[in-house]
């Protein structure tokens, strides 16, 4: 991998760390949207994997109702599961060279969803349907876009969770979501056991990290709600590009 490579490597995700350090989410999502402009979805994925399970094995743990959260939300972890085992080899079977346009569609629709400010209010006796229905859609789509947020972000923000269990159930959901894919990766060859993908992987956590710690520091200076709503605003402009571009 050339060093003009690494650091628009570095670049990506020093810049997808700020992101999350600033309003705690939108890593693996502006990581995977960027790094589809010049490498495949399977590489993207591959790189975004250690990076994003870091981060969100930390959220996942930091907080007293990661008990709670695994019990209501088990059904859906495995829905999510079975998902991403149903659709192994989408990023790179026969709908490979549509992945980017996917993936383009599906970050304009979670860049609408983050810019809506009504949540809807899931019936509490939908959810043993609900639950499972959403994990097995958003296995499928971490599988075939490499991101894991679409519908398992919004159907949480559906269930009423208190703040710290939303951010528990986001972590706990995103955590399964990715250590699905990165065994999907691994099966499909997407981590090369090369030094090459060691350099990118290594930079890219490196850079993930010194964003994050960046984002937490520009917390403080600017309002985060504007920052969310740029962000979002970003993704729904990045998104229409890919799929534009891909399907045309």
Not at 9 to 32: D, E, R, Y
Not at 159 to 169: I, N, P, T, V, Y
Not at 186 to 201: E, P
């Amino acid at each position: 991998m050339h060093d003009a490579s690494l650091l628009l490597i570095a670049a990506v995700f020093l810049l997808a760390g700020s992101v999350k350090g600033v309003i705690g989410l939108g890593l693996p999502t502006l990581a995977m949207g960027l790094l589809a402009l010049f490498m495949s979805p399977l590489e993207a994925a591959a790189l975004m994997a250690g990076p994003s399970f870091a981060t969100n094995i930390w959220q996942m743990l930091a907080g007293p109702a990661f008990g709670r959260v695994v019990r209501r939300l088990w059904p859906m972890m495995l829905a999510i599961c079975l998902g991403a085992w149903l659709g192994a080899g989408a990023m790179s079977g026969a709908l490979a060279a549509r992945g980017v346009g996917y993936l383009g569609i599906a970050l304009a629709l979670y860049g609408l969803v983050g810019l809506r400010t009504a949540r809807i209010a899931l019936p509490a006796a939908w959810e043993p349907v609900a639950g499972p229905a959403a994990g097995l859609a958003t296995g499928l789509a971490t599988a075939a876009t490499g991101v894991a947020v679409m519908p398992a972000a919004p159907y949480l923000q559906s269930l009423g969770l208190e703040r710290d269990e939303l951010a528990q159930a986001l972590g706990l959901s995103f955590t399964v979501s990715t250590a699905a894919l990165g065994l999907d990766v691994i099966a499909q060859g997407g981590m090369a056991a090369d030094g090459s993908f060691g350099r990118a992987a290594t930079v890219a956590l490196a850079a993930s990290a010194a964003g994050m710690m960046l984002g937490q520091k520009l917390r403080a200076r600017i309002s985060p709600a504007w920052f969310r709503r740029g962000f979002f605003a970003s993704l729904v402009l990045l998104g229409l590009y890919q799929a534009t571009r891909a399907f045309a």
